[in-house]
């Protein structure tokens, strides 16, 4: 990996890192999660953070740059942790695909036939919060609709699909494909945590 490159994903990762409670195992983890699961990385595969983890372990030390995000942790306490992450990183290969991976929204045509499954009555935000990813916009005549194409960890390919009414909290959830619906739902409900509440099932 370009040296460039594995510093900018060193600096993805640590970003946020003043935010932590400590550096502990357990934080080691969460961030473990976070990047095998897709969130807040959504962009970034969980390899290219393998690799920039395993340079920087190599390297012995930070960029200083990258120390220098942190204004409550030495560069000495930054390294010992991606060590650690880099570790247990390692130790959870093979690395499930992540829980939500989104699709180019130029599929969206090919959604014309899809079958609406379900109503999702949570609001923009939370969709986003549990996905780890953005609504994409595509015309609906002189408006704007929000749409989110994903790819399931198991495999179904889904779409949300919002309103032009921005204050909207209904999205329906579309499946493409010949999948059985109520599978296909359990496996959404699943990965986004949402409450059974939450999911109107239409098919």
Do not use: C
Not at 13 to 22: E, N, W
Not at 38 to 64: I, K, N, Y
Not at 150 to 166: F, K
């Amino acid at each position: 990996m370009d040296p460039n490159e594995a510093r900018g994903r060193m600096n993805e990762l640590l970003y946020a890192i003043d935010s932590a409670p400590d550096l502990t195992d357990a934080t080691a983890a969460r961030l473990v999660d976070n990047m095998i699961e897709g969130r807040p990385f959504a962009s970034t595969p969980v390899a290219d953070f393998a690799a920039a983890l395993a340079q920087t372990v190599a390297a012995g030390a930070l960029h200083p740059q990258t120390a220098e995000m942190s204004r409550r942790f030495t560069e000495r306490d930054l390294f010992d942790f991606v060590t650690r992450v880099s570790a247990q990183l390692e130790a959870r290969r093979p690395w499930p695909p992540k829980k939500f991976t989104k699709l180019d929204i130029a599929q969206w045509p090919s959604f014309g036939t899809a079958t609406p499954i379900a109503q999702v009555n949570r609001p923009t935000h939370q969709i986003n919060g549990a996905t780890g990813l953005p609504f994409d916009e595509v015309p609906a005549g002189d408006a704007k609709l929000p749409v989110l194409i994903v790819q399931l960890r198991t495999g179904e390919v889904v779409a949300l699909m919002g309103s032009v009414d921005p204050r909207s909290t209904q999205f329906t959830l579309l499946l493409r494909g010949p999948e059985d619906p109520a599978s296909v739902l359990a496996h959404f409900r699943d990965l986004t945590g949402f409450r059974p509440e939450d999911i109107t099932p239409l098919a």
